[in-house]
């Protein structure tokens, strides 16, 4: 390679690099403009949850849909006995009813500990929804609802549940959000899909060759 | 009991381990007499399939008698069962429109997360295969755990030999269905790339469903004898320029219908598919598709491409644009076993299908990895492999 021909590819070489910086410049002000012009946007149809931005307020939702072949009021029942939800769901130790309408949620953390939050019903209609938020001075403030509604064409019912949760600060709140930010999108699917397993076809599949010592 | 276990690549081993129980009310336990060994289990063996662990039990085409039945299983001990080699669990909007393999239910919640990510949508499970599709212990095996046996398993009549019922739990159904995504309407011209045991039953089908003729591709002789007994035309890539070939046997107008029954691991000397096998040495999910991109590119215009053959990944220069400009139909996917099981085993019964033509080795099961190497290294030969368990 000629010394001239050397000296070209440096100029080549310099001459890309500045194409690039400027290149990565417009994009970045393409960008920022087009965040900006989403702010404007009209609202579309999709949930709130499946937005590009992942809280609300001082909350956190997640949520997940799913179509379970069973009516909504079997559903519903299975679901309104909170204890049963222990049976499809991943960290939920037990659900025990305090009385007066509060039950607890004892919660498996990792490491071996137990959260527990105390929850009371506040909307509660059969076959429609179920929703239920904390009680003052729990250890996690907490709303949710679940939702049934018929699906089309015979493929029964179309179950929503939205959790929303406050992350809490210190020590306890650290140890919710690594229980929480334990991909709860993840958690809530396969808890509905448990729970569709379960209501679907009786039992909830595992590839074990033997039951559990 | 013994059964023939994964231990990576290439090695595969019978060993003692755990019987199985009755896990879930509607689970059986079958005793297994007859099992196959199946092109597809050469994928794992090749480990071109990911999420095996070692001391996986292989196999997903075996029979056997039902020596326990959960409470909530339809089977009764004693009964002979033929076991489909998808799990499908009978109540879910799938099983309930007859798409056996698409069934939401029975792949096992955490295993459903990989595919469910890479496809969009978790896949069903199948014995004996990838813990994507459940890691379900397979029928390799002296005893086999079958979930939901209310739903899969056939109940077969006395009087009729493992032997010619043993394919109903894969390749039969499988061939089969291949012909029926053909849409084979009376005096069509159906290719075939791949004369193994799918390629070879997809060619009995499509005779019944009314082909005038079939042309068979592969360079094996003795498969290609094979298909030539059922009545097919041959076409040995060996020796023939494939495309010009099946042009000119069909008139200048190409067949109406093509099947690629050879799936991930195609080979055959041809540049795109060295590239190919050079990507899926060092990528996983690169499919070699060099049988596919020729039937494609074969195929009449308006006509229909069928695929039995497994893939899992993703397929470089697929000619999307043939597919497009002549107006192609594309069906696919993993056998709707039980949909097809009670009129085959008819079939069986009354003659027209022949399923011992294929077997071309008979092991005990303690002999299992020697019918591994010799189905991979000599394919000429070694057609089809049965097991034999010593409950035979």
Known sequence: ?213 | MRALTWQGKHDVRVETVPDPEIVNPRDAIIEVTSTAICGSDLHLYDKVIPGLLPGDILGHEFMGRVVEAGPGSTLKKGQRVVVPFTISCGACFHCRNAQFSACDNSNPVEKQEATETLYGHAISALFGYSHLAGGYPGGQAEYVRVPFSDVGPIVIPDGMDDEDVLFLSDILPTGWMAAENAAIAPGDIVAVWGCGPVGLFAIQSAFIMGASEVIAIDHYPRRLELARGLGAKVVDFRQTRVLEAVMEMTGGIGPDAVIDAVGMESHGFAPDTVLDNIKQQLLPGVDSIHALREAIIAVRKGGRVSIPGAYGGFADRFPMGAVMEKGLQIRTGQTHVPRYTRELLERIGEGEIDCRFLISHRLPLERAAEGYSGFKNHPDDWTKVVLKTGRS
């Open chain 1, 1 to 213: 390679m000629t010394r001239h021909r050397h000296g070209r590819d440096r100029s080549a070489v310099a001459l890309w690099a500045a194409v690039g910086v400027l290149g990565a410049g417009v994009a970045a002000l393409a960008y920022a403009r087009s965040a900006r012009d989403d702010r404007h946007r009209p609202a579309d149809s999709a949930p709130g949850r499946t937005a590009r931005r992942g809280r609300f307020g001082d909350y956190a939702v997640t949520g997940k849909t799913i179509t379970i072949h069973r009516t909504r009021q079997e559903i519903y029942d299975f679901w309104r006995d909170f204890a049963n939800l222990a049976r499809v769901m991943d960290n939920i130790v037990s659900v025990t009813p305090l009385g007066d309408g509060v039950d607890r949620w004892t919660i498996g953390a990792p490491g071996g500990t137990q959260v527990s939050t105390d929850t009371r019903i506040v909307e509660d209609r059969p076959g429609e929804l179920i929703s239920w938020r904390s009680v003052e001075g729990s250890e996690i403030e907490t709303e949710g609802k679940v939702m049934f509604r018929d699906a089309p064409a015979d493929r029964g019912t179309v179950v929503e549940a939205i959790v929303a949760y406050k992350p809490p600060a210190g020590n306890v709140g650290r140890l919710i959000a690594k229980l929480f930010g334990k991909e709860p999108k993840v958690q809530a699917r396969q808890d509905l899909k448990r729970l569709k397993m379960l209501m679907e076809t009786g039992e909830i599949a595992t590839s074990a060759n033997r039951k559990a010592a």
